[in-house]
C-alpha cells in the first residue's frame, strides 16, 4: 500500500497544493514555516480523520478562509481507493471513500494504516496518562473493530455518569439505581478492554523490546544491555469493577465525576526497573521512543498484513547522526513500505537516502 498522490485547498499554509509521490521515499524539505509538517498533517487526517499535531478541526483551515478539502489516491492491493477529508466552518467534517460519504468518521479507521514518528512524541513520557492511554487504544482499535466500538461506548457512558454525579450535585439529590444503570453499561464495557488491553501488553513488548535492542545496537542477550519494559497499570488488577465502582461512590459524589475505572489505566516506560521520565538520559529516551513506533508498526503490519505508511518528522535536526543512519538502516528493508520524511537540509537528507538504495523523491518547498 502507498499514497500515490494528494492535493491539498486551504489546508494550513496552503492555498492550493498537490503532490505526486514516489511508492517508497519522499523527502519534504525546506526551511523551517514553509509547511513541511503540514504535509505530514495531510496524510495523517486520511488515515485517522483528524489531525497529530492539533485537534481543532477548525484550526486546520487556512486563515480567512471557512473551508479545506484533502484528497488522496492510494493503490491498496491491487486497486485505487480515493480517500476524501473536508471541513467547513459549521459543519460537520465529511470524510468519503471512492465517493461515498461515510456515516461516521470511526468507520474510517484503520483503512489506511499509518505510523508517524515526530519531536512531539516526547510527550508520551513526559505529559500525563491520557495520552499514553490512546496511544495504546489507537494500536489495538487499527485491527479491532470491537475494541474501538466498546471503546466509544464507554466514554459515551462514562460521560453521562460524569453529567448525572453534576446534576445530583447541583440538585442536592442523589439517586443510586440512576447510578446502578450506568455502571452495569461500563462495567460491560470496561471488562472487555481491560481483557483486550492486557493482551495487547503480553504480545506488544517482546516486539518493543526487539527494536530497542536493534536501535541501541547490542544483542539482546548482552547482559550490559539497559533493560527497558512497558507494563500495563490498571486499578482492575486486584480487584473487580463493581466493588471498585461501588468503593468509590462516595468520593465521586464528591468529586462529580468518576474516579475510578479503565479511563485512569496507564502504560509504565521503565530503564533498569526505573521510570524512564525521572532517570533516562535524553538519548535513552529517544531511542525508547523510536522503537515505541517502530514496535507499533511490526505490531499493526503484523494483524493487518499490510505495511503502515511511515512519517519521520524533523529526525535529523532532532537526532543525533548516529541514530538518524540506525533509523534509516533499520527502515531499508521490505519489511517497510512508504516513507516520507521532513528536513530543512536538502544536501544532507539526499546524501543519507541515496545510502538506502531505495527511489526516491525530493520535494522543495
Known sequence: MFLESIALINFKNFSEKSFSFDEKINCLVGNNGVGKTNVLEAIYYLSHTKGYFNAVASQSIKHTNDFFV?????????????????????????????GKEY???SDHFG???????????????????????????MIISMSDK?????????NKT???R??????????????????EIYDDQLIAFGERIF???????????????????????????????????????????????????????EKDRVLQYSSAGIHKDDLLFQINAHPIKKIGSQGQQKSFLIALKLAQFDFITNKSHIKPILLLDDIFDKLDDQRVGQLLHLVNDD????????????????????????????FSL
Not at 80 to 98: A, F
Not at 114 to 134: A, F, H, W, Y
Not at 146 to 154: C, E, K
Open 111 to 137: 483503512l489506511i494504516p499509518l505510523v508517524i514518528i515526530s519531536p512531539s512524541d516526547t510527550n508520551l513520557i513526559s505529559e500525563g496518562s491520557d495520552l499514553r492511554r490512546k496511544f495504546m487504544d
Open 195 to 249: 481483557e483486550k488491553r492486557k493482551s495487547f501488553i503480553k504480545e506488544f513488548e517482546p516486539i518493543f523490546n526487539k527494536r530497542y535492542s536493534h536501535i541501541i545496537e547490542k544483542s539482546a542477550s548482552d547482559d550490559t544491555m539497559e533493560k527497558v519494559s512497558l507494563s500495563y497499570k490498571t486499578q482492575l488488577e486486584d480487584e473487580g469493577f463493581k466493588s471498585l465502582l461501588d468503593r468509590s461512590l
Open 103 to 105: 456515516e461516521k468518521l
Open 162 to 179: 460524569n453529567s448525572l454525579l453534576k446534576y445530583f450535585a447541583a440538585n442536592f439529590t442523589f439517586d443510586k439505581d440512576n447510578i
Open 146 to 154: 470491537a475494541y474501538f466500538q466498546d471503546l466509544i461506548q464507554y
Open 70 to 98: 484533502l484528497d488522496g489516491v492510494y493503490s491498496k492491493e491491487g486497486r485505487q481507493e480515493h480517500i476524501h477529508c473536508s471541513l467547513k466552518k459549521g459543519h460537520k467534517k465529511v470524510m468519503k471513500r471512492n
Open 335 to 362: 519489511s517497510f513500505g512508504q516513507l516520507f520524511i521532513t528536513d530543512t537540509h536538502d544536501a544532507r537528507t539526499e546524501a543519507l537516502i541515496k545510502k538506502t538504495g531505495q527511489s526516491y523523491k525530493m
Open 158 to 160: 462514562l460521560s453521562q
